[in-house]
């Protein structure tokens, strides 16, 4: 057989796979989305947009992403940073690290819940010491602001390592040689991470971000778990189309938006954090 | 005034002994050469300097500081790297004025030092371009560039060149002579090749298993090899060793000869003779031709003379073959004697 062929015989069973498995299922939603009784139609858009719960859920979305990913950025960093700086012992550290990438989103919603709820370990504690008289509804209507940073912390919790993973993976290739050079022509070690370390991690910053970023627009389990109706996003109002309102026509809208909008972002993170042709490693 | 002072630097790792007690002194403006095989600590002891790595022992003194306990930045040095280590992510221009942004130059003193050192590697049309856009020895002009514009009292070069190819390896090496020269600055070189070493150098330290074995000019590296190891190290190729065995009243019986030598010795020693100061005559080692290697302005020809491979230097129209017999004689005075105990030269 001609060598030339291999690659393609190779991808072969991968592409099959992906077509059958997700472009098929894609053109089935998006024909729900735009299909009516009278042909294509907009209005499922115009139905999800309009309802009352629409503008919320993405206000929440939108503002988990702002607040949980930038600390993600910052902590996976810096975790980085320290593994990739350490002899013996690293890859220990780096297992335990990333443990909470092996429990799915819902189990670690769940472990959140356990430490949050009015009988939770932190409520136990709390009374423990005599900071509280009784126990206190955490998670309740009454203190929003405690329900978003309940799920803050479980999503920073839950999803760091995933970040982790990718940038330690990206400083261990830039060369030892220069962050020497840095250091000999007068780099403090902050100023080496931040003109040598972020400038060369742009690629593994790209994908880190644009994974980590599609996945907070998908955010569910975790904030079924914690917030319950408390906390609408958009994944949960499109849970809600499917299951409890039977409209598959206006999920299929509302999977078409988060598609829509996790392109724009990534189009964004791809052109801010692009490399100039010939200032790659 | 930039001189180094090198005092009983050791260095170990783990439980190897990268580096023995390292003495050294260097003038200022002095262009030092470390020259050794690979493995032999020569590299170690740039980077102990640089304060990339930290001695085990001893000190280190640039100018009238003593330095081992500073970072590299607070050393006054600059550094040209064996793959050049220029930033892919900034351009050539950014590159050379590096160390000038991090000691917070004004603008114009990094627009007016970058375009000098540019104009000086012949690099000023390549200001604006990125390193993958440059060429090996685009990148190598870049790097000096880059330690040049830091105006330091010492520049260390660890085999700036060893990345080049040959042709290219040639020019950059006169022109980086030219270069130092004029930039008045203190020298550090660390290198492999003995030519570089030689036609750099005011002075050659040869190191061997992490010492220094001789540190001398390069022609007296050449013609009086303080050890053994220097003798069969320099020189391409390396000097004849013979076995010397003593007659009494300073004569030797070497080969099949009876010659002068060193007062004294009661003991064997090595008789060594580089093969280009060996001339044909009657009167001398009888040698068969096992190969002629004609190199264009010479004639290598490699005999064996008493069991021995001896290699001599030949006129190119000299007609040898395989299986000639020679008689090759010394030329006085070029004769070394080396005691096979100490390793050491005698005479």
């Known amino acids: ?281 | 005034m930039a001189q180094i002072e090198i005092k009983g630097v050791a260095k170990q790792f783990g439980s190897y002994q990268a580096l023995h007690s390292i003495n050294l002194s260097i003038s200022d403006q002095e262009f030092m050469v470390l020259l050794g095989a690979s493995g032999c600590g020569k590299t170690t002891l740039l980077r102990i300097v640089a304060g990339l790595e930290t001695p085990t022992e001893g000190e280190v003194w640039i100018g009238d500081r003593r330095v081992d306990h500073l970072p590299p930045r607070d050393r006054g040095i600059a550094m040209v790297f064996q793959n050049y280590a220029v930033f892919p992510h900034l351009t050539v221009f950014e590159n050379i004025g590096f160390g000038l942004r991090m000691a917070k130059v004004s603008n114009d003193e990094v627009k007016r030092r970058v375009e000098r050192n540019a104009e000086l590697m012949h690099i000023e049309q390549l200001l604006a371009r990125y390193s993958g856009e440059l060429s090996g020895g685009q990148r190598q002009r870049v790097a000096v560039a880059r330690a040049l514009a830091m105006e330091p009292d010492v520049i260390l070069m660890d085999e700036p060149l060893s990345n080049l190819d040959a042709l290219l390896r040639l020019e950059m090496r006169a022109e980086l002579k030219g270069v130092l020269a004029e930039s008045k600055t203190t020298a550090i070189y660390v290198t492999h090749d003995q030519v570089e070493a030689m036609s750099l150098a005011d002075r050659i330290s040869v190191m061997h298993q992490g010492r220094i074995v001789q540190s001398a000019t390069p022609v007296e590296v050449y013609r009086n090899p303080a050890e053994h190891f220097v003798a069969g190290f320099i020189g391409n190729p390396p000097m004849n060793f013979l076995s010397a065995v003593p007659e009494g009243a300073g004569r030797y019986r070497v080969a099949d000869k009876v010659l002068d030598g060193p007062n004294g010795a009661s003991e064997p020693l090595v008789f060594a003779i580089r093969p280009e100061d060996l001339t044909l005559s009657n009167d001398g080692f009888a040698a068969t031709v096992k190969i002629v290697e004609p190199l264009g302005p010479h004639l290598l020809a490699t005999c064996d003379v008493a069991g021995t491979m001896f290699r001599a230097i030949l006129d190119s129209d000299m007609t040898v073959k395989h299986g000639d017999k020679l008689t090759l004689a010394p030329q006085d005075g070029r004769v070394r004697w080396f005691d096979p105990e100490s390793q050491r030269a005698v005479a």
């Open chain 1, 1 to 281: 057989m001609n060598v030339r062929y291999l690659p393609y015989l190779l991808i072969l069973p991968v592409t099959l796979f992906l077509c059958l498995f997700f472009i098929y299922p894609f053109v089935l939603v998006s024909q729900q989305a735009f299909s009516g009784p009278e042909g294509p139609t907009l209005e499922h858009f115009r139905e999800v947009v309009s309802y009352w719960k629409f503008p919320i859920s993405l206000q929440n979305t939108l503002l988990l992403a702002a607040v949980v990913v930038p600390i993600q950025l910052a902590l996976s960093l810096l975790m980085a940073t320290m593994v990739s700086r350490m002899g013996k012992g690293r890859d220990l550290v780096l297992y335990v690290w990333t443990i909470p990438l092996g429990i799915s989103d819902l189990a670690a919603g769940i472990i959140w819940l356990a430490i949050f709820e009015q009988s939770g370990f932190l409520n136990s504690m709390l009374y423990g010491i005599g900071a509280v008289s009784e126990p206190v509804n955490f998670l309740s209507y009454q203190n929003p602001a405690i329900v978003f940073l309940a799920i803050v912390l479980a999503e920073v919790w839950r999803a760091t390592a995933i970040m982790l993973v990718i940038l330690v993976a990206g400083i261990g290739l830039i060369p030892k040689e220069y962050y020497e050079a840095a250091e000999v022509f007068g780099a403090s070690p902050w100023k080496r991470f931040v003109k040598i370390t972020l400038p060369l991690l742009r690629p593994s910053l790209q994908t880190a971000l644009v994974l980590r970023v599609i996945l907070a627009f998908e955010v569910f389990a975790v904030v079924a778990a914690l917030g319950g109706t408390l906390f609408p996003v958009l994944m949960s109002e499109t849970y809600a189309y499917q299951f409890d309102l039977l409209n598959s026509n206006a999920a299929a809208a509302m999977a078409l938006i988060i598609l829509g909008i996790s392109i724009v972002s990534t189009i964004v993170i791809l052109r801010a954090l692009r490399v100039p042709k010939g200032a790659r490693v």
